[in-house]
């Protein structure tokens, strides 16, 4: 199976100056905004489902999550870390796009923290301790940041041949048996 291939990481100084061509932004910004659910990928690791809710702060989107304490488990994942994100059309279910994102965490208390955590509390299907559930994320979770990087791995006219499922993984669920 041919993935994309991630871009290197980029130093500190280049991040800046990587955002998406204005078509690509306007595609990512748009199926993330109607998709509640991201592939994230992070190096190393098997690509994960997660939700997340596309925010802007300061004039630039970004996808942002919840990780850890109750919540999704993406491992690997770290602050100043570049990942790959697929996002699936909303109509069709399918692959939309791939871009690389570039992670940040928000720390709890700060003033980005207080614009993007009620948002993801009232997107937040299911909280299991209602009202108090930002509380507890400051506590024991991780909210993280995914900034769009550079032009898009995969898009509409430009997708890699593979399907991009995962293997099936072997094991006692999957294995036949007489």
């Known amino acids: 199976?041919?993935?994309?291939?991630?871009?290197?990481?980029?130093?500190s100084s280049s991040v800046a100056t990587l955002p998406p061509a204005l078509p690509d932004a306007a595609l990512v910004?748009?199926?993330?905004?109607?998709?509640?659910?991201?592939?994230?990928a992070?190096?190393?690791?098997?690509?994960?489902?997660?939700?997340?809710?596309?925010?802007?702060?300061?004039?630039?989107?970004a996808a942002y999550l919840v990780t850890g304490g109750g919540e999704q488990n993406v491992p690997g994942l770290s602050d100043g870390q570049l990942?790959?994100?697929?996002?699936?059309?909303?109509?069709?279910?399918?692959?939309l796009a791939?871009?690389?994102?570039?992670?940040?965490?928000?720390?709890?208390?700060?003033?980005?923290?207080a614009e993007v955590v009620p948002t993801l509390h009232a997107k937040r299907l299911n909280a299991r301790d209602g009202e108090a559930q930002p509380e507890r994320w400051a506590a024991h979770s991780v909210v993280y940041r995914i900034v769009p990087q550079g032009p898009l791995l995969e898009g509409p006219g430009r997708?890699?041949?593979?399907?991009?499922?995962?293997?099936?993984?072997?094991?006692?669920?999957?294995?036949?048996?007489?």
């Open 159 to 178: 997708y890699a041949k593979a399907s991009g499922a995962a293997p099936v993984q072997s094991g006692p669920g999957t294995t036949r048996r007489r």
């Open 98 to 113: 791939t871009w690389s994102g570039l992670v940040g965490r928000i720390e709890p208390g700060s003033t980005e923290w």
């Open 83 to 95: 990942v790959r994100i697929t996002v699936r059309s909303k109509d069709k279910g399918g692959r």
């Open 29 to 40: 910004e748009e199926a993330c905004k109607k998709s509640g659910l991201l592939w994230v």
């Open 1 to 11: 199976m041919t993935r994309p291939q991630y871009p290197a990481s980029p130093s």
């Open 42 to 61: 992070v190096p190393g690791m098997r690509d994960r489902v997660v939700w997340h809710v596309w925010h802007e702060v300061d004039g630039r989107g």
